[in-house]
């Protein structure tokens, strides 16, 4: 009680109504953050899938590590031009928010330029024999960081990833092009197949 003016008035409480779907609105916000990457282009990662198999099967032939590394450099832009267009049409058509797809680049883009450096310091020490390892494991990390924000399919292809690459790391350089195949080619095609089926295309 307040001893100047008397018994102080309870604040009314807010109409239930309001209520309610302003709790609608935090639990629809939420659940967007969580898995709003499902918006995710299956058909862009078959596309990738597809460059990534065609990339190693053309350089097993290349005459040269120089030849070999310039195969896949353009399979790598074609792959990631491919994968920002497709993934940009898909949420632009399911009106998905930009602030999800922001999140997940940011946490891929390091290990991708992390990836770049060490490809520069790998050819100049002429140690290409170590990028397939590399390249696979640390594309890896970024989808499993990225996979925070996205559905639970982008966590489980950054750790199929990672696998293969530490695998690649140790295993003989001759089959450094056929892992980098089963990798960008397979893993994508599998993970194409499922979000296209799952999350509608």
Do not use: C
């Not at 100047?4 to 609608?24: C, F, I, K, N, S």
């Amino acid at each position: 009680m307040d001893p100047e003016h008397g018994p102080r008035r309870r604040t009314p409480p807010r109409d239930l109504g309001e209520q309610a779907q302003a709790q609608l609105r935090a639990i629809r916000a939420a659940m967007e953050s969580a898995t709003a990457f499902t918006a995710l282009s299956g058909r862009g990662a078959l596309l990738i899938g597809l460059t990534g198999l065609g990339a190693a099967a053309y350089a097993a032939h290349a005459a040269s590590p120089a030849r070999w590394l310039a195969v896949w450099l353009a399979a790598a832009a074609i792959a990631i031009a491919t994968g920002v267009t497709a993934t940009l049409l898909k949420a632009r058509r399911r009106h998905r928010l930009a602030r999800p797809i922001r999140k997940f680049a940011l946490n891929l883009a390091p290990p991708l330029l992390a990836g770049a450096l060490l490809t520069l310091a790998l050819e100049r020490s002429h140690a290409t024999a170590e990028l397939p390892g590399t390249w696979l494991l640390l594309y890896g990390v970024g989808m499993l960081t990225g996979g925070a924000f996205s559905a639970r399919i982008i966590s489980r292809m950054g750790l199929a990833f990672m696998l293969l690459g530490t695998f690649a790391l140790f295993a003989p350089a001759a089959w450094g092009n056929a892992l980098l195949g089963a990798g960008f080619g397979g893993i994508h095609l599998i993970a194409g197949i499922f979000i296209t089926r799952r999350y509608g295309g």
